[in-house]
């Protein structure tokens, strides 16, 4: 089970973070990575980070690197999304998955587990 946190009403080129725990076994253990999607009212749901619990590599949506940061947490089995200058175009449901980390990371498809989702708004 994952369970997100975090999300909220956020102005423009201001910063926010978000959590996600999941509940079970280890991710690092059983090679796992966590990773968050978002969508937009209206569109489809897309990749925006990664990053693999044992190893420690992430990856990043172009759309948002080098403003969002993600950090994982191995004793509490969770991952922070740190979302940093953000703009009204980050307004979405965040979702956090979990997935074999030698896959697709960036297809929502691959995904094992899902969260419910938590709402980040950035007015214009």
């Known amino acids: 089970q994952l369970v997100e946190s975090g999300g909220g009403l956020a102005q423009p080129g201001t910063s926010l973070t978000l959590s996600c725990v999941a509940s079970?076994?280890?991710?690092?253990?059983?090679?796992?990575?966590m990773v968050w999607f978002r969508q937009a009212p209206g569109k489809d749901r897309e990749f925006v980070t990664s990053?693999?619990?044992?190893?420690?590599?992430?990856d990043y949506a172009d759309s948002v690197k080098g403003r969002f940061f993600i950090y994982k947490d191995i004793a509490k089995n969770a991952v922070t999304l740190q979302m940093n200058r953000l703009k009204p175009e980050d307004t979405a449901i965040y979702y956090c998955?979990?997935?074999?980390?030698?896959?697709?990371?960036?297809?929502?498809?691959?995904?094992?587990?899902w969260g419910k989702g938590t709402l980040v708004t950035v007015p214009s």
């Open positions: 079970g076994r280890a991710l690092n253990d059983i090679g796992y990575a």
């Open positions: 990053i693999d619990m044992g190893g420690g590599w992430a």
């Open positions: 998955a979990a997935a074999p980390a030698f896959g697709t990371l960036r297809e929502s498809e691959a995904m094992s587990y």
